[in-house]
């Protein structure tokens, strides 16, 4: 019985636990509600894009915080609950990877095809029908010959 | 015409096809070789080692050589990496069109086809040179289709809402299917098309007079329009003689009062015509289903005028 | 309820041979359940990243309409059940089923905490039009494809409500069973199980949290 | 339970109609899995059935276009959801994995159940569909097409949806099963391959029908709600769904032809009497295949119009299953050497097996040649491929499974006479009905075609000709095994003098329990004794 799992840790370390979920959630909005224009010598990446490395990387800490303690792999002796999670984030980082090679790189041999063709989008539809509120009747869509 | 159709591959027609069928025939012969290989030890250890008593034990137990199982892992990982090689050179020869080819905008929709040209007018056929590598850069206005030459060996998804290209070089002249293979709904399999490969000086010609006629040139509005009903696809499903279609018939159309899904009816006048063929699903006549797809942006005033004209013919 | 019975030993179901084969069993069984339902979730989340990728302007519009001061709450109430779920666990391997039953309580308060929240967010959105696709009708925005931010939105957080109801109707489950069964050392499965199922929904949330409040 | 009932045979251990729906016995829930995934295929037959005889002759034929893509879905829908999926692992894989662990029943015998009924829920709700209009999507559901709110399409998403989830907790349970369950002495290598085929199943079965779940749950918020994922008239983008898709059913096809493998090696080891060749290559490439097979699905979008980048990637990757397969063909060819081979029903299945699944996995590496593939994709080559390995080797090792096993499950031998006639018969059929369909694809003939060029007339005819000498084989293979239940002969505990536990340690059939005391294994799966010269 010695070896189930979830014994071994103290009530003190659910509270550590719990605590340092918080900072690290805290640390998230902070991350994402800090103006940009404050980091200096950050000018060789999108900042958009490093806040959203920071953020991703903040709550990659939390899952692996929340997996090893709140859901116990850390105390088993058997390593084989941890494999299949880490099997999911790999599965999924291949889902996405390939499908990324797909998205990410349509357009690389005629990269003037990519327009999108004239489609009504609904967001269009419903500026539309407020500007129309005030002006009466909805006037239709110029006619946009293909090529 | 001569042909060069074998018992594996359609005839052959563009620059691609032979990189291709040599491609296919490497891998045929390889194939058939470990095909026959295997039966071959199969049949041949069948028949060697038939239990002959019922009691009969194995004659010997190997169950393990690293030789062999190496050697069969790999033989076909080396093999299976030259075919990679192979696929992805043509294919990219087969996806980059050379920078002299002219561009055909291909529309498809459900469910015909319609090629238009730079010039201004639009086929219900492609018409190409031969000799002369073609772009088609091709689009959807519903579902998927797929527009494929099997003699060309050319093949792409029809994809709504954006662009997607293929090229060719017709070596020879002639008239060529084309098919849609991509599942897209009742009339998938009737969505044919056919390609005419010309000599160059046919095709100028062709061009010159298409693009007279595509004015209406020498031809009355309802004469255009008749031409309009079969290069635009409305014949895949309205038709001129009352036969019943998925859509409806347009004979004796003009004038009378359409029922309505929604309960209401409206006369078929000239505005009617107009709004049903730019934006179908507002006017469903009662009795068919709104799947007609939208030709707004696809067809011009003047055609719509030619097909009202057509219609008022169709008594 | 005024009878109550009191809470009786576990038995080892008929075709295990002993309690740790039972114990390492079902736990095995629920993480396999747990990565099914991550793997559902993760397609999910990566076809977010993917619109993402390809709508930037769209999600920075969508999220501009979403109250990062909510999401916050959310995640606080989130994070808080996590504990006291973890601790009704804690509490059941001790035995003591008082206890037990006063953590689950919390959890499902702070988990209806997060329900009420989610109902003002939701009303929030209805009451502005944004809605998913043909039924969008806000106005002021700019990007055509705003309207796939809030379909993306409805759908990843309406799949999450849906299991942090199911998460809840386990701790009432546990809840009854705590009056039946006797919670030991070797045998705490509903409460471990049912943590294990609200610990999924928290990494859930801490992944759909940032994803469409945080990042543009 | 009293001791004593714990030692009768399962079908004895209780009776009444209701003994049978409220049943944990995984072989009870075995034996109801294959009476209804037999049923199904033969529905989904019929199906074909109509489309083939439609296909025969010129138009117009006696069904209209509409009810052709209606009938071409619903064999899609029927062979894949509800029997190939769920097929072996459901039917063989319950009944034999906890006998062939020496365990008393599967880790969770409740869920078992349950899988069970979601199943039967999921196909009502197929069956159903069929009265609210004709879906007409094709399995594969492509949007926008599957978007246009037909209420038949609907109902099948929601019909797969709840199939998926009974396949993903089949799968759990296998794998619980086998990691926490096995006998005393049942290490990892001394498991049938069956149970390691199963194990690589069961890992696809969890880690893949989730993505398939929730693509189908975002085509029908899609079709509800239209929340522009999918739908590019709302700018969604159609080949998104398509990966989607994808990712769970290239996967799936290897839930489908793996436990095939698992198969074949019982049926190949005990009729020749040898241990299987190479047994850990066989038992890891099944391993490998699942790795390999989530990396893979690119490969059914290289005219999709994905990027040309994601196609060459995909299809380097693509290879790479090609090896494993190879290592299996050869291993299992190389396990008949020496040994003493006896041509029973269940082993004229198993070669039949290896003939049409090395056809099968050689078109596979035709296909991912990217060039090539541009001709042939989409059209009768690829469903000819499919069907050779999906029918040709899945659906051929599971009859062979069947007659293998039918001993076991029902205490009864079948007619061996007509068993092997009609499995003579399956495989002229089969061949008959699939080769032509691979030449006249090469040829450029598209697949989901109502009209056709008259120059493919003939292959069509071929292959409707071929489709009944295939019927006629199966349900010959059919009624044999059923009339067998009344007048079989009762069957010895180990008719076929096989070593793997079901057949060493169990009664035929087999007690409540499994085995009246729990085994212990001394010896591999598969050794056999040699002849002294």
């Known amino acids: 019985m010695e070896n189930l799992p979830g014994h071994t840790y ?16 805290g640390g998230m909005v902070v991350v994402s509600l800090a103006p940009l224009e404050n980091i200096a010598g950050l000018d060789w990446i999108d900042l958009h894009v490093l806040k959203g490395l920071v953020i991703f990387g903040l709550a990659t800490i939390m899952v692996s915080i929340v997996s090893g303690f709140l859901m ?15 099997g999911n984030f790999a599965f999924l980082a291949l889902f996405i990877v390939f499908t990324w090679a797909d998205i990410g790189f349509r357009g690389l041999v005629y990269p003037s095809f990519e327009e999108q063709l004239n489609w009504e989008s609904p967001v269009d539809k419903a500026n539309k029908a407020h500007a129309g509120e005030s002006e009466e009747a909805e006037e239709a869509d110029p006619e946009t010959p293909a090529h | 015409m001569e042909t060069t159709k074998t018992f594996w591959l359609p005839e052959q027609a563009s620059t691609f096809a032979d990189a291709v069928d040599w491609a296919f025939g490497l891998y045929f012969w390889i194939s058939l070789f470990f095909f026959a290989l295997i039966i071959g030890l199969i049949t041949y250890f069948v028949l060697r080692y038939a239990r002959k008593r019922p009691e009969q034990m194995a004659s010997g137990q190997m169950i393990h050589n690293t030789m062999l199982e190496l050697s069969w892992t790999i033989i076909p990982l080396l093999i299976v990496m030259g075919l990679f090689f192979i696929g992805m050179r043509g294919y990219w020869h087969m996806r980059v069109a050379p920078s002299d080819a002219v561009t055909i905008d291909v529309v498809g929709r459900k469910w015909s086809w319609s090629f238009d040209y730079t010039q201004g007018f639009s086929n219900d056929t492609l018409v190409v040179p031969v000799h002369q590598p073609v772009r088609l850069r091709v689009t959807s206005t519903d579902v998927l289709h797929s527009f494929f030459i099997p003699a060309f060996r050319a093949k792409a998804d029809v994809i709504p809402g954006r662009y997607h290209s293929l090229w060719f070089e017709a070596t020879r002249t002639g008239v060529f299917p084309v098919l849609c293979t991509q599942y897209c709904g009742t009339n998938h399999s009737f969505m044919l098309s056919a390609v005419k490969v010309l000599e160059r000086e046919e095709y100028d010609e062709w061009l010159k007079g298409a693009a007279e006629a595509a004015g209406g040139g020498g031809m009355t509005p309802a004469e255009f329009g008749a031409t309009v009903y079969t290069k635009r696809g409305c014949n895949a499903c309205h038709s001129p003689d009352g036969k019943p279609g998925i859509g409806p018939t347009w004979q004796g159309l003009w004038g009378k009062s359409r029922p309505l899904t929604n309960g209401s009816s409206v006369l078929a006048d000239e505005a009617y015509i107009r709004q049903s063929i730019l934006e179908p699903p507002t006017q469903v006549v009662a009795g068919f289903q709104p799947i007609m797809p939208p030709y707004k942006g696809i067809i011009s005033d003047r055609e719509i005028e030619a097909v009202i004209a057509y219609i008022q013919t169709l008594k | 309820m005024a009878e109550v019975t009191v809470p009786k030993e576990h038995e080892v179901a008929h075709h295990f041979d002993d309690l740790e084969q039972e114990f390492e069993s079902h736990r095995l069984g629920m993480w396999l359940f747990i990565a099914s339902e991550i793997m559902m979730f993760g397609a999910l989340l990566v076809g977010g990243l993917l619109l993402l990728y390809k709508f930037p302007a769209a999600f920075a519009e969508g999220r501009a309409h979403l109250d990062w001061r909510l999401g916050t709450l959310n995640t606080f109430f989130l994070l808080t059940s996590g504990l006291t779920m973890a601790l009704a666990a804690w509490h059941a391997q001790r035995s003591e ?22 109902y003002f967010e939701y009303s929030a959105k209805f009451h502005h039009g944004l809605l998913p696709g043909n039924a969008f009708s806000g106005h002021g925005f700019t990007d055509p494809n705003a309207h796939v931010f809030f379909g993306f939105y409805f759908v990843a957080t309406g799949l999450h409500v849906l299991h942090v109801l199911i998460g809840m109707g386990l701790m009432v489950w546990c809840l009854f069973v705590s009056r039946k069964v006797k919670f030991t050392r070797a045998y705490y499965t509903p409460v471990e199980q049912s943590g294990l199922y609200w610990a999924l929904i928290d990494l859930v949330w801490i992944f759909l949290f940032p994803l469409l409040y945080l990042v543009a | 339970m009293s001791a004593h009932a714990e030692n009768i045979n399962y079908f004895k251990a209780s009776k009444g109609f209701m003994s049978w729906l409220v049943t944990v016995d995984h072989k009870r829930i075995g034996l109801m899995y294959l009476a209804s995934i037999l049923l199904f295929f033969i529905t989904g037959g019929v199906y074909a059935g109509l489309f083939r005889l439609e296909l025969w002759g010129p138009l117009p034929g006696f069904i209209s276009p509409d009810t052709y893509n209606h009938l071409f879905t619903m064999h899609g829908v029927i062979m894949v959801f509800l029997v190939v999926v769920p097929g072996i692992p459901g039917a063989l894989g319950n009944f034999l994995l906890p006998l062939q662990l020496g365990a008393k029943d599967l880790a969770f015998p409740k869920l078992n159940i349950t899988s069970l009924y979601l199943y039967w829920i999921g196909a009502v709700i197929a069956l159903f569909s069929l009265t609210q209009g004709r879906a007409d999507s094709g399995w594969t559901f492509y949007a926008p097409y599957s978007l246009s709110q037909n209420p038949a399409v609907l109902w099948m998403l929601v019909a797969a949806f709840i199939l998926g989830f009974s396949s993903i907790l089949t799968g759990l349970n296998f794998i619980v099963t086998i990691h926490k369950m096995r006998a005393p002495g049942m290490t990892w290598f001394r498991m049938p391959l069956f149970v390691w085929a199963l194990y690589a199943t069961g890992i696809m ?38 990966h989607f898709f994808w990712f769970y059913s290239h996967p799936a096809v290897y839930i489908i032809v ?15 009497r040898k241990d299987i060749f190479g047994y850990k290559f066989i038992a890891f490439s099944s391993v490998a295949i699942t790795i390999i097979g989530f990396l893979v699905w690119g490969h059914h979008m290289f005219v999709s119009g994905q990027s040309e980048v994601a196609d060459t990637i995909f299809s380097f990757l693509t290879f790479f299953t090609a090896v494993p397969s190879a290592i299996k063909v050869f291993n299992w060819t190389t396990t008949l050497y020496q040994g003493s081979i006896k041509l029973t029903t269940p082993m004229l299945y198993a070669l039949q097996f290896l003939f049409n699944f090395t056809i099968g996995g050689l078109t596979g590496i035709v296909l991912g040649i990217l060039s090539v593939d541009i001709h042939l994709h989409d059209t009768y080559f690829v469903v000819s491929h499919f069907h050779y390995v999906a029918m040709g080797s899945t659906m051929i090792a599971f009859i062979g499974g069947i007659y293998y096993w039918w001993p076991k499950m029902t ?80 069957a010895p505990q180990n008719p076929w003098g096989a070593r793997t536990l079901e057949w060493t340690h169990a009664e035929t059939p087999p007690v409540l329990y499994n085995f009246t005391e729990t085994p212990v294994v001394t010896q591999g799966p598969y050794e056999y004794p040699t002849e002294k010269v």
């Open chain 4, 258 to 272: 793996v436990p095939a493998f698992g198969v074949v090696s019982e049926l190949i080891a005990t009729f020749s």
């Open chain 1, 72 to 86: 116990g792999l850390r105390y088993e002796k058997s390593k084989l609950n941890t494999v299949v999670f880490l």
């Open chain 4, 205 to 242: 079965q969890v880690f893949a029908t989730p993505v398939l779940g929730i693509t189908l749950l975002l085509l029908l918020m899609e079709n509800f709600f239209r929340i522009g994922i999918f739908d590019p008239a709302l700018g969604g983008d159609p080949l998104l769904m398509q």
């Open chain 4, 411 to 490: 205490g009864r031998m079948f007619n061996e006479t007509w068993g092997r006639l009609a499995a003579v018969l399956v495989f002229l059929g089969f061949n008959l009905t699939f080769f032509a369909q691979l030449i006249m694809g090469s040829q450029g003939s598209p697949r989901r075609y109502y009209n056709y060029l008259t120059e493919f007339q003939i292959y069509h005819q071929i292959s409707t000709a071929g489709i009944v000498v295939l019927a006629l084989g199966l349900f010959m293979a059919l009624f044999n095994l059923l009339i067998s239940l009344k007048n079989g002969a009762i």
């Open chain 3, 97 to 118: 089923q008082d206890k037990v039953r006063r953590n689950l309580l919390l959890s499902l308060a702070f988990a209806t905490g997060f329900l009420i929240v989610k």
């Open chain 1, 10 to 25: 103290d009530i003190k370390v659910l509270v550590r636990v719990y605590v340092a979920l918080l900072v690290l959630a």
